[in-house]
């Protein structure tokens, strides 16, 4: 699942700012290059934001599945 959302306009609904500025305060964000490995990201990193404003998540967190 891949989550996209830009950075925060004045247009954009308060929840999309919310959850954009969180991953920011906690780490989870980052911002790259469209030639960027991202595979080579900390684990921490589960979202990333390209230079043109673009949020994709590329890892998720918690328990795996069994």
Do not use: C, N, W
């Not at 830009?6 to 906690?26: C, G, N, V, Y």
């Amino acid at each position: 699942m891949t989550t996209e959302a830009s950075k925060p306009q004045p247009e954009q609904d308060k929840e999309t700012r919310l959850f954009i500025e969180a991953l920011e305060k906690t780490g989870q964000l980052m911002d790259v290059d469209e030639h960027q490995d991202t595979s080579q990201l900390p684990a921490h990193v589960t979202h990333v934001r390209y230079p043109d404003g673009t949020v994709k998540r590329i890892r998720f967190t918690g328990p795996g599945r069994r």
